[in-house]
């Protein structure tokens, strides 16, 4: 049985960092993609990061490049999103995904399984 449980959230202030974790079980995690979305109160869950199986590469929603790192550990079964620059306006529960389907990383049909989120809150 495949399962994502996020950890890490919490309130900080503007300017503060976060380390986001997912603990994945149930997957051989080398050969699946694996991302970050979250969705802001009364908005569309968007797509923040993707870190793809095959070479690992990895790619960023605008708002978030510079400041966000996508980074799994195989071996732990975990993966990581670092936050640095948090903006009020990124508060949001964060969702870790696996198992790409294909099509659009950013479109959340891309994705088959989903984590709980963990609530990230920023202050000005």
Do not use: H
């Not at 990061?49 to 960023?60: L, S």
């Not at 995904?97 to 202050?123: L, R």
């Amino acid at each position: 049985q495949v399962r994502l449980v996020e950890s890490g959230g919490g309130s900080v202030q503007a300017g503060g960092s976060l380390r986001l974790s997912c603990a994945a079980s149930g997957y051989i995690n080398s050969r699946y993609s694996m991302g970050w979305f979250r969705q802001a109160p009364g908005k569309e869950r968007e797509g923040v990061a993707v870190i793809f199986a095959r070479g690992g590469g990895t790619i960023y929603a605008d708002s978030v490049k510079g400041r966000f790192t996508i980074t799994r550990d195989i071996a732990k079964s975990t993966l990581y999103l670092q936050m640095n620059g948090l903006k009020p306006e990124e508060t949001a529960m964060y969702y870790c995904v696996a198992d790409w389907t294909g099509g659009t990383w950013q479109e959340t049909s891309a994705w088959k399984d989903w984590g709980q989120g963990t609530q990230v809150t920023v202050s000005a």
